[in-house]
């Protein structure tokens, strides 16, 4: 079972616009992170938000967490093309992580 | 520092058939975890193994085992392949266990036919 849930399934933007997608999960976590994942292949890791911090950046990303309402949202700031891909949050889940469903994002030129 | 290689990366396998699969992580790093990604359940933890040992295990048949080397090189057979096994094999290192950063390798893209 997945513990956390991305919104929305996809998003379409045009150059330049933000993009902000959201996360939601079930228990109590340590940590959160995002993920990011081009066609079908391996995923790169883009940040890690601890459960005891409620904002972070990282270059055009800023990732916000509400332990409260289990929710965190990731915004990426001034898109670019490359930055179509589809984005997963994931926490841990006991012993071992589990990823959402993912945000399909697709930035137009 | 060379980044997590998978091999083979893509792989076509008869039902009933067995296959392995094998991961290398980043040089130091002691964990390598697994997943399995398809389009209708997502990814999806299979296992984790650290110092040689399975630590976590995911809800997936005994089909699906692994192992760790003394190297932290890791590899993961699936016995009796089934049509529903064809996905995107993801492995997975960490310097230490595996609920932090995770640097992922390109995948094995297995089709059973």
């Known amino acids: 079972s997945q513990q956390g849930e991305e919104d929305p399934q996809a998003l379409s933007i045009q150059e330049g616009e933000n993009a902000t997608m959201n996360c939601s999960y079930k228990?109590?976590?340590?940590?959160l992170q995002w993920y990011r994942q081009n066609s079908g292949r391996g995923l790169v890791h883009l940040i890690l938000i601890r459960s005891n911090e409620r904002e972070k950046h990282s270059g055009r990303l800023r990732v916000t967490l509400d332990t409260s309402k289990k929710s965190s949202s990731l915004l990426i700031t001034a898109s670019r093309a490359a930055d179509t891909a589809s984005y997963f949050c994931?926490?841990?889940?006991?012993?071992?992580?589990?990823f959402g469903a993912g945000t399909r994002l697709t930035v137009k030129p | 520092k060379a980044g997590v290689t998978q091999t083979p990366r893509y792989l076509i396998k008869t039902r009933g058939q067995q296959v392995t699969l094998s991961c290398s992580p980043i040089?130091?790093?002691?964990?390598v975890s697994w997943y399995q990604q398809t389009p209708g359940q997502g990814l999806q933890f299979l296992f984790e193994?650290?110092?040689?040992?399975?630590?976590n295990k995911g809800n997936f048949p005994g089909r699906f085992s692994g192992r760790q080397f003394s190297n932290s090189r890791s590899e993961m057979n699936v016995s009796t392949l089934e049509l529903g096994d064809s996905a995107l094999y993801l492995c997975a290192s960490s310097l230490n266990r595996g609920l932090d950063e995770q640097y992922f390798g390109p995948g094995t893209r297995l089709t059973v036919t």
């Open positions: 193994y650290f110092s040689e040992t399975q630590r």
């Open positions: 994931a926490t841990d889940w006991g012993n071992d992580m589990r």
């Open positions: 228990t109590s976590i340590n940590n």
């Open positions: 040089s130091g790093h002691r964990s």
